[in-house]
């Protein structure tokens, strides 16, 4: 048989294959998270997430500026708080005045043209480490949402573009919804931790924050099985899609992002919402941590990473290595 298919004619230089490129992936895809911790001239290397540090809003404001020479305009916060401030209902999360609400208000004043993307979920904030209240060992949903959409209402005030539900209570995105609309923010948008799994891989995450659940003599679950998805579930994403779509959600976003590829895909194929998908900690920990032993190129590697997610249908990829990745290619 004579080759009249050759594949490989198209592959053969890089005009060629730029041409025909059918993913593209630029700084307008990505969400950079960042840590903040109170105080001044603060930059704290996370040991489990190299590059990645706990910034005051000082060197904060700094950093942003340095990100958006890269392009970068979206950028997600999280608050690492201590312990003698955290109780069992989070309330320092919807403190006016605490400093994560106060960064947005600075921030905000420096960079208008940014997103800032909020965390909505009581494990910062929580003496248990949980991401809703803890009673007689377990979550408490409609409870929890009253907290979470007080929290909400504070980012609005103090800036907030875009709320990010990371808890998985059940309703919270119609809670938050219904708040921000009746304290006139029916502007602020809503990115839906739609199908967030109860994952091994936010270990580093939680080192960052200290916002592992507790262990302790009181009755505290050891894990979030009870809110966050299993990972052997791909239909059960379809319902919670349903649910916040019809709740109000802007965005809808899988978490993890690499292992759970398909379930990006299959949201894609089903909904005409924009999807998002979580690079978690973890999913960079095992890239740097082989890079580091010289057993994969990390200028390769990174990107190839960062493009199977926005193949698979990823619209928006919050990931670490944002900023990495610009560099990378600017
Ligand atoms: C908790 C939250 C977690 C992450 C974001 N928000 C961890 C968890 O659910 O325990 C993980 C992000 C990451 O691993 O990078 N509300």
């Excluded at 949402?145 to 709320?163: P, Y």
């Excluded at 808890?167 to 029916?186: S, T």
């Excluded at 057993?295 to 199977?308: G, V």
Aim: proline share 4%; glycine share 4%.
């Amino acid at each position: 048989m004579t080759m009249t298919r050759r594949p490989r004619r198209n592959r053969k230089n890089e005009a060629v294959r730029a041409m025909m490129r059918e993913t593209r992936l630029t700084a307008d895809n990505l969400v950079y998270p960042m840590f903040i911790v109170d105080g001044e001239n603060q930059k704290q290397e996370i040991s489990s997430l190299q590059g990645n540090y706990r910034w005051s809003v000082d060197l904060l404001v700094k950093e942003v500026e340095e990100c958006m020479k890269l392009g970068l305009r979206n950028f997600m916060f999280f608050p690492k708080v201590e312990e003698e401030l955290k109780d069992e209902i989070g309330s320092y999360s919807y403190d006016p005045d605490n400093f994560y609400l106060s960064a947005f208000r600075t921030l905000k004043k420096h960079f208008p043209e940014i997103n800032i993307i909020t965390d909505v979920a009581l494990d910062p904030y929580s003496s248990d480490g949980h991401d809703g209240i803890v009673k007689d060992g377990k979550i408490v949903n409609d409870e929890t949402n009253i907290v979470l959409a007080k929290m909400a209402i504070e980012q609005a005030r103090a800036g907030a573009d875009i709320i990010g539900p990371s808890d998985m209570m059940d309703g919270r995105v119609e809670a938050i919804r219904n708040a921000l609309d009746e304290e006139g923010f029916e502007d602020v948008s809503i990115m839906s931790y739609t199908a967030k799994y109860a994952s091994a891989f936010y270990g580093p995450f939680r080192d960052a924050l200290d916002s592992a659940p507790k262990e302790s003599s009181k009755d505290i679950p050891k894990d979030k099985k009870t809110y966050q998805m299993d990972p052997a579930n791909k239909r059960e994403a379809l319902l919670e899609a349903d649910l916040d779509y019809m709740e109000g959600a802007d965005f809808m976003m899988v978490k993890p992002a690499t292992f759970y590829l398909d379930i990006i895909h299959m949201l894609k194929s089903n909904y005409d919402l924009p999807i998002a998908a979580y690079n978690v900690s973890g999913e960079i920990a095992m890239l740097k941590a082989a890079c580091e032993k010289g057993w994969l190129d990390y200028n390769t590697a990174m990107p190839e990473m960062l493009l199977s997610i926005k193949r698979a249908g990823a619209d928006v990829i919050i990931s670490y290595l944002a900023k990495d990745y610009c560099e990378l290619v600017k």
